[in-house]
């Protein structure tokens, strides 16, 4: 059936979008490299050499705590020989940063302390070997990083949040949970951006709250979601957010977790869940990790669906509802400008 003549419907994005390499390798220089990347919180660095890593656009990063207690952000690349600086998502680094593969060491402030077995190398100049530093800024004491020099302020994107979520202090971190998704990360990041189909595959979710109120609407470049309270307290009251093109922010009663949607591939995505948890509140913690599991399931089930029914040749880009969808309107339409694909822009 033809779509009804009037104001033109804005369409989704093309299903050659999805799925491919080149695609991916596009957005990972046009997106990816040039926004700002939650590594993690500063919490989360207590002493000296403690350490975070995180990928951004392909490139591995470390956020390190120094001596003088000043956490900084540094490529994840010794540059002897492209080595290792370190090789899990966190940990501790005792009196310097080693490089895993030839053993060079390094200051917490990025500066080389030696280089192993070289001696006094002719024309060798250590000050001229030391770690590439990543522009780094915090938000709320939360660690952002970002290959851009030309990235605006984390505060200024972050200023819609700061007018909801009043309560600045933030738990301790409680744990991390990672969760892998067979879908090219924009199909997760459109089944995130809309209440629409919360009735249709998230039950529990759907006891908790009042879907057919549920709105999703564009701040800046925050999409925030509002949905009425079936009861007087539940799992899932609070303030629920995400930040272009990432980041997802979950403000509870007793706490908050951030979910970083990581692109790994043209058809992979992986989130990865921080919580910062209120440590005497740990049956509510266990409730809301209950309900959290449930939710990341249905979605990880139906994103993957969608992903093989948009790349199997069958779909073609269908039209998004006024109502439900306008946050998913601009995610699409942001895309195109910054990856420069063709295609309609919503009003």
Request: glycine share 8%.
């Amino acid at each position: 059936m033809a779509d009804v003549p009037g104001k033109p419907l804005i369409r989704a994005l093309e299903a050659s979008l999805y799925g491919r390499a080149e695609v991916f390798a596009l957005e990972r220089e046009t997106v990816f490299a040039k926004a700002w990347r939650l590594i993690g919180h500063e919490n989360m660095l207590k002493a000296a050499g403690d350490f975070l890593t995180d990928e951004i656009a392909g490139r591995s990063v470390l956020a390190v705590r120094g001596k003088d207690g000043v956490v900084r952000a540094f490529h994840n690349v010794c540059p002897h020989r492209a080595g290792p600086l370190a090789t899990t998502p966190a940990g501790h680094c005792e009196g310097a940063i080693t490089c895993a593969y030839h053993g060079w060491r390094f200051t917490f402030e990025g500066r080389l302390q030696s280089a192993r077995d070289f001696g006094a190398a002719n024309g060798f100049d250590p000050r001229a070997h030391g770690l590439n530093p990543v522009r780094m800024e915090t938000w709320r004491g939360f660690l952002f990083v970002t290959l851009s020099e030309a990235a605006p302020p984390v505060a200024k994107m972050m200023a819609p949040v700061d007018a909801s979520w009043t309560d600045e202090t933030v738990q301790p971190f409680a744990l991390r949970r990672s969760h892998t998704i067979r879908c090219d990360w924009k199909a997760y990041v459109e089944n995130y951006l809309e209440g629409y189909h919360v009735p249709l595959i998230h039950p529990g979710l759907d006891a908790e709250i009042d879907s057919a109120n549920y709105t999703v609407h564009m701040e800046g470049e925050i999409a925030v979601h509002r949905a009425p309270s079936r009861k007087a307290h539940n799992v899932y009251s609070g303030y629920w957010a995400w930040a272009w093109p990432w980041l997802g922010i979950n403000v509870y009663e007793h706490g908050v977790m951030m979910e970083r949607i990581s692109p790994v591939g043209p058809e992979e995505t992986r989130l990865d869940y921080l919580y910062f948890f209120d440590p005497a509140r740990g049956a509510e913690l266990e409730d809301m990790l209950k309900m959290s599991d449930a939710v990341t399931d249905e979605d990880l089930k139906m994103c993957e669906i969608v992903h093989r029914n948009i790349v199997g040749g069958i779909y073609k880009a269908g039209p998004l509802s006024p109502r439900h969808e306008g946050a998913v309107a601009w995610f699409q339409a942001r895309l195109r400008h910054e990856a420069g694909y063709p295609g309609e822009t919503p009003n």
